[in-house]
């Protein structure tokens, strides 16, 4: 139903076997529930004591810090995570973690989520959009920091925080829910504390454990996935470009481009703050975009050229940095996946349509690092029908593929012409029938006189044809004037199920709902995320 899906998350999903080499899993297996990687008791130890900490900071749930303790004792984890967004993003967060809820009930695992706190763009998570009456309202949060690359997850809301959420009150404002929102977005806050604090009360009655990674103890505690990352970066980027080659061979596109000389990680500058990529050349590691002060101030050696402001680092240096501050150096989009699966005793990760992609490029990197593959399904992928909409979808006997299908002027100018009164559509539709086959018998005629003058009289018949058709769309143009209400309720149901011909569940902020329904819809969302099908679903509150 979803549009613009790739051609690859289509196949993992059609088939009942592997998409191999990418994957060895498929959206119905059941065998990853069976097995939980081994992990030693010191690991667990250290990471149930890094979880509880921060899980008690952001005030988790009694039955949370339970699971915790369960995974000290060797529970398996159902993972997922998101960008840490203002509000809690788009409605795919609540999605996420309704699924990995569900999941880890099935197995017996503990559902974890993994706050994307590293990630330094600022204009991904700064926002959020929340619907009215007759609009969507984006709302956004201006935090006074600087243009530089810093991650996104320590940055202070700061005061402006209280008027973001006046004017969130306004649009969805008066429930409990939204006390939970005011609650966790407070001026001191940060972008990873709010978002901790929102998704574990939330979902407290659930058992949501949730990590933010970024602390140095954290770092520590997966540093050889760090450490192999810089000491084999060679042998992983081949590995990388072999991979998607095998990907475009079959048709496939890669999620993250891989240059010659990039790297699997940043670095944190230490005097600005920002998070800037590593890459190689000749042997040696370089940063650009911060001043040259951290490193051996940059000298080109043969063949190395760059700008002023390039720091050089030794492999060496790289290793010093990652045993006394290993927090100043991140996983890249790719080796993300196997920092968090490294830490975590992962059975399976829940991703959507993009992320699942990423799982087919990085999958080698898995194989190199950890020795195995971690088990990824989809999250649960849906559209919330709230019963006004579904009073104007039942009106016009509308259905979601309806709205997703087609453009909101084609859909107002069909529901035009099918409400002109039965006369006109009669008259309408006598006149093009009767057209039709005159112009027909005409070209045939025609044909049989000389084939030119056939050509010229279907060149002639194809205009009439044109201004007939000219003449359909200008009566339903009429009616649509006569009926104002059939644009305004096309154009509500283009806003609220398929904004700017975007899913809802990506695009409309989760906590509009949270608010609107309550607890009880995380409960429904749970259910849901049982699905067989790995397609998109319908679901009528």
Known sequence: MLPRQSRLFLDYTSSHEPLAPFFTSTPWDQSWGRSIPPQDAAHRAVLADLLLEQNRHWGASDKALANIERLRRGAGAVVTGQQVALFGGPLFTLLKAATIIRRAQ????????????????????????????????????????????????????????????????????????????????????????????LISAAFADFGLVVIDASTRAFHALGA????????????????????????????????????????????????????????????????????????????????????????????????????????????????????????????????????????????????AILGRTTAVLPRLTATLIEPSIAKILDQYELTLEDIMSSHADELAHRLGARTMPIEGKRRLSATGNSLDDELDALIAWCESLDPSLARSAQVSASKMRYQMNRLRRLAANYQLQR???????????????????????????????????????????????????????????
């Open 106 to 197: 099935d197995s017996g695992a503990v559902p974890v989520f993994w706050l994307a706190t590293e990630d330094h763009d600022l204009a991904e998570a700064d926002h959020v959009i929340l619907p009215a009456r007759h609009a969507l309202h984006t709302l956004r949060l201006n935090t006074d920091q600087p243009a530089a690359s810093k991650p996104v997850g320590d940055l202070p809301l700061g005061p402006h925080i209280a008027a973001v959420l006046d004017r969130a009150a306004e649009l969805i404002g008066g429930t409990p829910e939204f006390d939970l929102l005011v609650a966790a977005y407070t001026p001191d806050a940060t972008f990873a504390s709010s978002f901790a604090r």
């Open 224 to 367: 050889p996935v760090l450490l192999h990352a810089i000491e084999h970066a060679d042998e992983l980027e081949s590995a990388l470009h072999a991979r998607d080659k095998v990907l475009a061979d079959r048709g496939y596109h890669s999620q993250v481009l891989v240059a010659l000389g990039s790297s699997l990680v940043f670095l944190i500058d230490e005097a600005i703050g920002a998070r800037l990529p590593l890459r190689r050349k000749n042997g040696s590691w370089f940063t650009t975009g911060g001043p040259s002060h951290s490193g051996a101030p940059f000298k080109p050696a043969a063949g190395l050229s760059g700008p002023s402001n390039k720091t050089v680092y030794s492999t060496a240096d790289l290793l010093a940095i990652l045993d006394s501050a290993p927090e100043r150096l991140s996983p890249n989009a790719l080796l993300r996946p196997v920092f968090q699966d490294y830490l975590l005793p992962t059975q399976a990760v829940i991703g959507g349509p993009a992320e699942i992609a990423y799982y087919a490029q990085n999958q080698v990197l898995y194989q």
């Open 483 to 541: 009926e104002g209400s059939i644009r305004r309720h096309v154009d509500t149901l283009s806003f609220n199920l398929f904004p700017d011909r975007h899913p809802q569940e990506r695009t409309i902020g989760g906590v509009a709902y949270l608010a609107r329904y309550g607890t009880p819809l995380l409960a429904t969302l749970v259910e849901q995320a049982s699905q067989d099908c790995p397609g998109h679903k319908a679901l009528w509150l």
